[in-house]
């Protein structure tokens, strides 16, 4: 029992021994043992080994603050030579701190860019349980996927799974909302009420329990309460929809963030929607965005497999597949592949680029300095420092200095930024307070940079020999070929990744023009576009006859797509010769008179659809895509049919770009239903002087004709662009980080240069003084670098 | 010549009134009861080992004790340095108490 007493925790005796490295530690034990038996015998065992504990505790407090307080003794000496170095060698230093500084920048304005992209969607408080619902239809030509399904699946998924905890509808709808003499055109969705359950769009005003009352009721977010009532109080008040209803305001919410894939002004109650549409009950409308929560831990493939076969009875001619979609996927990954996490990728690598051409300019810039420091490494050494403390040294040094860039680079990022955000159209902040994991990821940045770039010079410095150094038998011409081979190397491999990024770039931006100049098969200069509701096209006719009186409007055409997106497609086409379980997926517009016309489209075959043709709204104009598929030898005269609604191929135009220019022509039927159109286009005489007057001119008229609907109109042209305006600014960023990649590499070597040319200024004396002409010496000078850049053109 | 902190001054004292039996644990104890400050081994050792290191201490092994597992307990004795230092620090302390009787620091406060 006694032996037991006397032994002290044994925990506690470990960490004495472990941690109390630089004193006498078993005298130092022996003594607390020593103690710890009078203790034991006068006090309780607990009482004792708490004793110890403090103890403890008490002595490797002292000792770890006496061993720091040296520490900061030798830290002090490493930072005053460190800043003494930076003083002394200002160009430098200059070189040296801009690239590394340029290059954190680039980088972390990269990274606030991808961070901003990974965001999407992850807001909700239920962010890892949501998915959206998406339908898979396999054609005999194409699978296509639906991110919109019809109105019954949402509650249909939610009644039959229990693994699905609720189902919330999101119909977009674009209205013109009126409120006194303030009406503008909004985007906004019907929802069902479940949908403030399952995302987070916090109330500012009004309840989320509550948010729909009845059917006339309508939830704004602040943007929009401010826009139409400013500071008054919005609940309870009226808006009138395109003219037509009124709504009451029953709830605020708070804007939408802009990292939301969801974007919307107002939303109105989906029971309303079911009242308007023209068959709410039909499976086989694929119009609504329908998302579900999962209850948590439940496995979506379980959940994928169950659902997948829901709408089979109800869409029989055509095979499906329903399943789920992560909500936090939408944004990146397009559902046939792709998508934006691509740009996040590709930007990573550019960021990661700059960033080690950066620290490779640090490397070379230190190594080739390190001959001034080599006197300074042997003093150290021989006053007792051993590798490891000069390889903390200098490291500590990179990292003090690339602390000292990431002060600056947050300054250049925050004088560039609003730049930065008009390229690439985000609006990105520093928010310290609710980025902290940004803030730890850039101080990250630069201790990782400064570790990297450190590495090398202090791994070199530290292992050479003092006898060699302060014997003088290491000169800078003999501190070895091996090294200022190794910077060629580095040199080679900055320029190599530059020569890439160019090229890139290049190869980016002919893309970028090849799509901005492409021949799309139709005409969308001098083409003004507005969109339609159903009360202006009532009034169609009148509208199209006032246009064309202006003799600068050439043609006016509807349309229920506009030519630059035709997004609707269907099933059920039949044709002589058609195999009869070939299930094929068709593009479809539904025009009026003219439209090919308008829009400059090539008839290879046949006609377009005319006023002499009574019969035309059974008629069909097909693309040269979907003659192809159809395998017809002569389509013009031919039987053809969609639905039950049977007629003749009356025409065949020239393929033209209806969609993305990314994917293929895909085949088109063109149908004339002059009650369904959307849009109306009015093609400007290409030989019009007056642009503007003609558009003034059509205002006018606009506003005789329609007063309650504001002319709004859009040029196709810009319309066009704006489909590829992602693509230009990525392009744009790409062009502009190789830009700074490329400068960041000269600036290095101009560091080089410079620092070899003062290092050869005897050499160079000599040279002249035996007669060399300046020419040559330039040219001896300039060699080995037009040597190295060009070794890395060829790498590259 | 060295200064001594008064941690040091304190220390060297101490070892010098307990002559050959300075080892931790009485140092430790002596302290405490002469001056009522309560060390912990982390400052007595680190303030040791730099006296040591500047030789004003001097380190003497005493016999292997086989209640401390075979080892030996370390003793301290003051050094001639560590002696001069010493009473140079006395000097100190007399020239700056020199003719100061009775310390009444209100009186200062007065005036």
């Known amino acids: ?796 | 010549m060295v200064d001594l902190t008064k941690n040091e001054e304190i220390l060297l004292l101490s070892i010098w009134r307990l002559k050959e039996k300075a080892y931790g644990v009485q140092i430790k104890n002596f302290i405490k009861e002469n001056t009522g400050k309560d060390w912990n081994y982390g400052t007595l050792y680190c303030t040791l080992d730099q006296l040591v290191r500047k030789a004003i201490l001097f380190k003497r092994e005493g016999k292997p004790m086989p209640e401390r597992g075979g080892r030996r307990k370390i003793f301290y004795t003051i050094s001639p340095d560590g002696i001069k230092a010493l009473q140079a620090a006395l000097e100190l302390q007399k020239v700056l108490w020199d003719g100061i009787t009775s310390l009444a620091l209100g009186e200062g406060m007065q005036s």
């Open chain 1, 1 to 796: 029992m006694k032996g037991m007493r006397g032994k002290p925790p044994r925990l506690a005796e470990w960490l004495l021994i472990r941690f109390s490295s630089r004193v006498e530690k078993y005298s130092l034990v022996d003594d607390l043992r020593e103690e710890y038996e009078i203790v034991t015998s006068e006090h309780s065992r607990i009482a004792s080994i708490l004793w110890y504990w403090w103890q403890v505790t008490r002595v490797l407090l002292s000792l770890s603050a006496h061993l720091l307080r040296w520490r900061m003794v030798m830290l002090k000496n490493y930072y005053t030579i460190a800043l003494r170095n930076l003083k002394k060698h200002k160009g430098f230093s200059t070189i040296n701190i801009a690239g590394l500084s340029t290059g954190m920048a680039a980088c972390i304005l990269i990274l606030l860019w991808v961070q901003d992209e990974l965001s999407f969607d992850r807001f909700h408080v239920n962010a890892h349980d949501l998915y959206r619902v998406v339908l898979e239809e396999q054609y005999a030509n194409r699978v296509g996927y639906w991110p919109v399904i019809s109105i019954p699946v949402g509650p249909a998924l939610k009644a039959n799974f229990p693994e699905i905890e609720d189902a919330a509808r999101f119909r977009m709808y674009f209205a013109l909302i009126q409120q006194g003499n303030r009406r503008f055109d909004e985007r906004g969705g019907f929802v069902d009420p479940s949908f403030f359950d399952l995302f987070t769009f916090p109330f500012v005003k009004g309840d989320r329990k509550t948010a729909f009352p009845d059917p006339y009721s309508i939830v704004i977010t602040e943007r929009t309460a401010e826009k139409y009532f400013g500071h008054e109080d919005p609940l309870g008040r009226i808006l009138k929809i395109n003219n037509e209803t009124d709504y009451r305001v029953t709830g605020v919410i708070q804007n939408v963030p802009r990292n939301s894939h969801l974007r919307f002004d107002f939303l109105m109650p989906f029971d309303r929607y079911i009242q308007i549409d023209r068959a709410p009950e039909s499976w086989g409308r694929n119009q609504i965005d329908t998302y579900v929560l999962l209850q948590g831990n439940t496995s979506i493939e379980e959940v994928n497999q169950k659902i997948a076969g829901l709408l089979r009875p109800h869409l029989t001619r055509v095979e499906t597949r329903l399943f789920l979609q992560p909500l936090t996927r939408i944004h990146l990954y397009n559902l046939t592949g792709g998508g934006n996490i691509r740009y996040v990728y590709i930007f990573s690598i550019i960021a990661a680029f700059v960033l080690l051409i950066a620290c490779i300019n640090f490397m070379n810039l230190t190594t080739a300095r390190s001959s001034t420091r080599i006197k300074e490494v042997g003093m150290r050494k021989v006053t007792g420092a051993q590798k490891s403390h000069l390889v903390k040294q200098f490291i500590g040094e990179s990292i003090l200095l690339s602390f000292i860039s990431l002060f600056f680079s947050i300054i250049l990022v925050s004088v560039f930024l609003p730049t930065f955000n008009s390229l690439s159209g985000k609006q990105l902040t520093i928010d310290i307070s609710s980025q902290m994991h940004v803030i730890l990821g850039i101080v990250g940045l630069a201790i990782f940079t400064g570790l990297i770039s450190g590495s090398y010079p202090a791994l070199i410095l530290s292992s050479l020999r003092p006898v060699h150094i302060l014997r003088g038998s290491l000169l800078p011409g003999s501190l070895g070929t091996k090294r200022s081979i190794f910077r060629k190397v580095l040199v080679v491999i900055q320029f190599s990744i530059s020569i890439v990024l160019i090229i890139c770039s290049v190869v980016v931006s002919r893309q970028l023009d090849f799509i901005k100049n492409r021949d799309l098969g139709y005409n969308k200069e001098q083409v003004v576009f507005l969109s339609m509701n159903e009360a202006m096209n009532r009034r169609y006719d009148s509208i199209k006859n006032a246009l064309l009186k202006d003799s600068n409007v050439s043609y006016v055409t509807g349309s229920s797509m506009l030519p630059t997106e035709i997004a609707t497609s269907y099933v059920g086409f039949d044709w002589e010769g058609k195999e009869p379980d070939q299930s094929v997926q068709m593009y479809l517009a539904r025009v009026h008179y003219e439209f090919i016309e308008t829009l400059d489209i090539k008839l290879i075959q046949g006609r377009s659809f005319s006023k002499d043709y009574p019969t035309d709204g059974r008629n069909f104009i097909l693309n040269e895509s979907a003659v192809k598929l159809t395998g017809l030898r002569s389509p013009v005269g031919s039987r053809f049919s969609w639905g039950d609604e049977e007629g003749t191929i009356i025409g065949v135009v020239e393929d033209f770009h209806f969609r993305s220019l990314h994917e293929q022509i895909g085949p088109l039927i063109l149908v004339f239903r002059p009650e369904r159109c959307g849009y109306i286009c009015i093609q400007i005489k290409s030989n019009a002087v007056d642009l503007s007057g003609t558009i003034n001119q059509m205002e006018t008229t606009w506003n005789q004709l329609v007063p309650e609907f504001p002319f709004e109109y859009h040029f196709l042209d810009e319309d066009f662009d704006a489909m590829y305006r992602s693509e230009q600014r990525i392009g744009r960023i790409f062009r502009y980080f190789t830009f700074l990649a490329v400068f960041v590499s000269c600036l290095g070597l101009f560091g080089l240069a410079a620092f070899i040319a003062e290092r050869r200024t005897k050499e160079i004396g000599i040279r002249k003084v035996l007669g060399a002409s300046v020419t040559r010496i330039v040219k001896l000078l300039v060699k080995e670098f037009v040597i190295l850049v060009s070794l890395a053109n060829i790498f590259a």
